[in-house]
Structure formats: structure tokens, C-alpha cells
């Protein structure tokens, strides 16, 4: 799992990381730690 805080400084660096990451397709699953809910996103990243 990737912590979005470790992608970056900023929220734009953050941001950016995240949206390179999951159009290069390292990233295919989304989540919501808190609530231990996991899965593939049903939309698409700009």
C-alpha cells in the first residue's frame, strides 16, 4: 500500500506522483485504510 504523504511535499507533487502512478499502471487498486475497504476503482484517473 502507498501512503499518499510519502509521495510528495505537496498536495500537487502528491497528486501528480498519484496520477503518473496509476496511468503507467503501478497502481491498479484503490483503498481506504481507515475503513479496510480495498478494491478496484469503477472510474477512471485524469
Do not use: A, F, Q, W
Not at 499502471?25 to 481506504?32: F, S, V, W
Request: proline share 2%; with cysteine; hydrophobic share 20%.
Amino acid at each position: 500500500m502507498v501512503e499518499h504523504i510519502k509521495l510528495g511535499s505537496t498536495s500537487e507533487e502528491r497528486k501528480r506522483k498519484l496520477c503518473s502512478l496509476i496511468r503507467s499502471g503501478e497502481i491498479t487498486l484503490g483503498g481506504y485504510k481507515k475503513n479496510k475497504g480495498y478494491g478496484k476503482p469503477d472510474y477512471h484517473s485524469r
